[in-house]
């Protein structure tokens, strides 16, 4: 195989999607994967769909993300400028080439004229289509003799070039993931590739960009298939090389009907993008994996597997035992759902895998910043290793350990329906005796005290558990009475349950 060198091409019309994500992954996973490169192009010739900030974003993103690049306008390379805007002046001599030799040609069409044309059109039920067959009667270099044409372009008149589509020609492309593709060009139209503005479009700056930064695999988005013939018709014409093609499958909404948009997200209760964005226009906020609580590592695992699959059972993958385990053949031609619990699951087991010191650490910093509890750090990493497992998001962790900062102040009512009994003062008034008395109070020997006392006395495991929850929890949850014990303290254990009888008589 030739030196692969591949790009991630995004244009910055807003924040990057996680369709679009995936995609930058598959391209650094083949990458390094294949010992190559991976590069960060933008592609902004369109001026008119410029978002501030959204370029900013894409990089931000892909960095949490773990996804390194090789080439881009940050890191440099030899086969810059990368960003389409700095590379303007070098567009234009190749609309000029294809047009020399005949596979592209000027169109004057206004604006207005175009529209009227499409309305019209659409008046007969039917669409206004540049292509072969209409263009023998518009206004351009195949309709208007040549010495009219050099005195417009002379005098100023604005012009696009278009790509002279070939009639009844059948393209034949191979696509890695999709195999043989044929496509007649009688259904395709005649593309602008070069606009009024100076700016060259999509098609055209991909293509040349591609050929100039010896791209050798075009990795990209089903969305891009319909491009494809006319891409492989403009190697064609330069005469150029061109690389080999892999259109990943769309990423489809949860019930599988129709493709995830960027409207989905919040609209089904789930992050589309990987940080959050806030719209510079409407000020709109749309949420992030990454504000979400979700681990990178999680977030990318996920998304490997959407559209890619090992061939082995395994879920759980690191970003290096991705690039080792992927290759093309294990990806999916037909649309991948995405799954939100699934989702979930990944950040859970990622959760599980770190020890109770950094997830106890996590804790720390959230504390403070969501609750403004400064807490010691031990006590937060003990709390988190007793509870760390039964959550999928440090920000879970709350729920399952409010009590270990703060006395409860009410008493969930269907617990105290259901256990808190006739003999439950009494039976709380004698463990909070025993209790004040334990010397060693170590979970392992509160246990046994407890234990002993309960058995002893026959006073039944159920109902002395109970009710010692509800005292210190003010629920029936958390972990074993006797851990909470311990990381409390015996002071609080005997405030918590002089409260709880006062309340709950
Ligand atoms: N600029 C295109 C996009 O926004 C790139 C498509 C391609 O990779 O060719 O997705």
New binding site residues.
Partial sequence: MKEVRV?????P?GPLHIG?VR?ALYNYLFAKKNGGKMILRI?DTDQTRFVPGAEEYIVKSLDWCGIKFDESDIVGGEYGPYRQSDRKPLYKQYSDELIEKGFAYYAFDTAEELDKYRAEAEAEKKTFIYNAESRKTLRNSLTIAAEEVEKMINDGIPYTVRFKMPENYEVRMHDIIRGDIKVNTNTLDDKVLFKSDGMPT?HLA?IVDDHLMKISH?I??EE?LP?MPLHVLLYQAFGWEAPEFAHLPLLLKPDGNGKLSKRDGDRLGFPVFPLRWVDPKSGEVSSGYRESGYYSEAFINMLALLGWNPGTEQEIFSMEELIEAFSFEHCTKSGARFNVDKTKWFNHEYLLKKDKEEVGEEYLQWLEEEKGIKADRDYVVKVAGLVKDRVNFVKELWDQSFFFFEAPTTYDEVTVKKRWKENSPELMRMAKELINGIEDFSAENIEKVLNDWITSNELGMGPVMNGLRLMLVGAGKGPHIHEILELIGKEEAVKRIDKGLEVLG
Wanted: glycine letters at 12%.
């Fill in positions: 790009r991630f091409a995004p244009s019309t679009g995609t592609e999509y991909n075009v990209r988005g891009w491009s």
